[in-house]
């Protein structure tokens, strides 16, 4: 515990932790560290020992709170990972990155020839067909899909 | 009836029952299909053609339908003239017809559209072919086609023949065929097989499929022999295109040990894949099948729109 922290404690922000080792720059990619408050700084530990998984990744941004797109797009790509929202060095709340049924606008859909990757005014839509592990299915064009790294919008 | 307001996007979108509703009432439209008697439960009520991709045969087949129900239709037959070529979006298009009729008939080259197009239509919209995906009144007159010939949809034995990779048509009507407890028979060259995933999908709905590629061996059994075209486009080179077409074609000697009451389906238009000679033998079933598009048709029209006069 200690040793993770060493990253850097922050006083007001988000923890992802338990990142599925070498996700963690997806995950970045994933918060847009670029919309960010300039002065929020971004820790990142790659290949740390976890009890759970062997090695994991740890990504703590100061100043924000996950949007639930983003954290659904977290649970796709690395469905054990945890979030802790830190308020005064403390951690205020931690839970897992559940799926809902359906993930709106955070994935492409596969399909180039899908209804969705038109200019037409509606998000992606995918309903959860099953979770372990994750498949899920374009609510337009029916398309699966079981990999999602790719598909980030 | 329960379909009454409702889309229809996918073969999918309707349970057994539903489908058993729709051909039944297919049957007793057929001789208003054929203009021998009249009814208009459609009067006053307007159905939008949206076609942006050219088909002649499903369009005037709807459009037939709509009238012979005493309706009448507004159509777009020509995206590249209709307000797409513009940069309107297909969800503003059909925001816009959904407007100007009772109900919307959709054929689009895009995987989705249709479903796209449900949702921007306050009206009820019916899925007349999106691209590769479904196309599910095709699937309702494949099925009248052969409850016509054999009085039942359970226990028939299906060979479905061809490309089953690409053509659609297969796709839906392996799920109906599962649905209603037919035996499936896939037969097709080896890199046109049907996909794992619809495989799969038919197999957790508990189907009975085999696979049999000799068409002779395939068809001795059969009581319905569904041929689907093989398109030049899916094979690298000409010569392979040309000996799996040359495998997969139909004549007299193929048919020459099936059953008496095989029937022979084909969701036209043809490219040599049954020769003409088929034609005038009692296997023939192709030409009816192109024909119980308007019945089947004006029976979903009917069940989607009957009985919802304006101010009734
Ligand atoms: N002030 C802080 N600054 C930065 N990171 C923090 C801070 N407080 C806690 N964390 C991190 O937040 C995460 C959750 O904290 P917690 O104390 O619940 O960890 P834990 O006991 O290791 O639990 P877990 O079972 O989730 O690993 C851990 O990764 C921890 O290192
Ligand atoms: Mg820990
Ligand atoms: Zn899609």
Redesign the pocket.
């Known amino acids: ?1 200690v040793r ?2 060493k ?5 007001n922000g988000t ?1 992802i ?2 990142i599925t080792s070498g996700l963690a720059l997806d995950v970045l990619r994933i918060i847009n560290i670029q919309s960010l408050d300039k002065d929020s700084t971004v820790s990142v530990a790659i290949r740390v020992r976890s009890g759970k998984l062997g090695w994991k990744d ?1 990504v ?1 941004v100061e100043n924000m709170e996950l949007s639930p797109r983003k954290v659904n797009a977290i649970a796709l790509i690395t469905p054990r990972a ?1 979030i ?1 929202i ?1 308020r005064d ?3 205020q709340e ?1 839970r897992t990155v559940d799926l809902p049924d359906r993930i709106i606008g955070v994935l492409r859909c596969p399909n180039p020839n899908c209804i969705t990757n038109q200019p037409e005014p509606v998000e992606s839509e995918f309903e959860v067909t099953e979770r372990h592990p994750v498949i899920l299915q374009c609510a337009y064009c029916d398309r699966r899909v079981d990999s999602f790294l790719s598909q980030l919008a | 009836m329960s379909l009454h307001g409702r889309d229809v996007i996918s073969i999918r979108d309707l349970s057994r029952e539903e489908i058993e509703e729709i051909l039944a009432s297919s049957r007793k439209m057929v001789p208003y299909a054929e203009g021998k008697k009249v009814t208009h439960p459609l009067d006053d009520q307007i159905v939008a053609m949206a076609f942006f991709e050219p088909s002649t045969r499903t369009r005037l087949s709807f459009e037939s339908a709509v009238q012979r129900l005493g309706g009448s239709c507004i159509t777009i037959a020509d995206a590249a003239a209709s307000s797409m070529r513009k940069g309107e979006s297909l969800y503003d298009t059909i925001r816009m017809l959904s407007g100007y009729a009772e109900a919307i008939v959709i054929r689009h080259p895009n995987e989705g559209s249709a479903r796209l197009a449900a949702r921007a239509s306050d009206r009820p919209v019916i899925n007349a072919g999106d691209g590769a995906g479904q196309h599910p009144t095709q699937t309702l007159l494949d099925l009248a086609t052969m409850q016509e010939a054999f009085d039942t949809l359970s226990g028939l034995r299906v060979v479905l023949l061809g490309d089953l990779k690409y053509g659609r048509t297969v796709h839906s009507l392996a799920h109906a065929l599962a649905l209603f407890g037919s035996e499936i028979v896939l037969s097709a060259p080896p890199t046109l097989g049907l996909p794992d995933e619809v495989l799969e999908r038919l197999e957790h709905m508990g189907a009975k499929i085999t696979a049999e590629p000799d068409l002779h061996k395939a068809v001795r059994d059969a009581d319905v022999l569904y041929v689907t075209r093989i398109q030049k486009e899916r094979f690298p080179d000409e010569s392979d295109y040309r000996k799996v077409a040359g495998s997969y074609r139909i004549d007299a000697s193929v048919l020459r040990d099936a059953k008496p009451r095989l029937i022979v389906m084909h969701p036209l238009p043809r490219a040599g894949e049954i020769a003409p000679e088929v034609d005038d033998t009692p296997h023939a079933a192709y030409f009816r099948q192109a024909f119980l598009a308007v019945p089947v048709r004006m029976a979903l029209l009917n069940a989607v729109l009957g009985g919802a006069k304006k101010g009734g």
């Open positions: 515990m993770e922290l990253i850097t404690p922050i006083k923890v932790d338990h740890i703590k945890t802790s830190i060095f403390k951690v931690k």
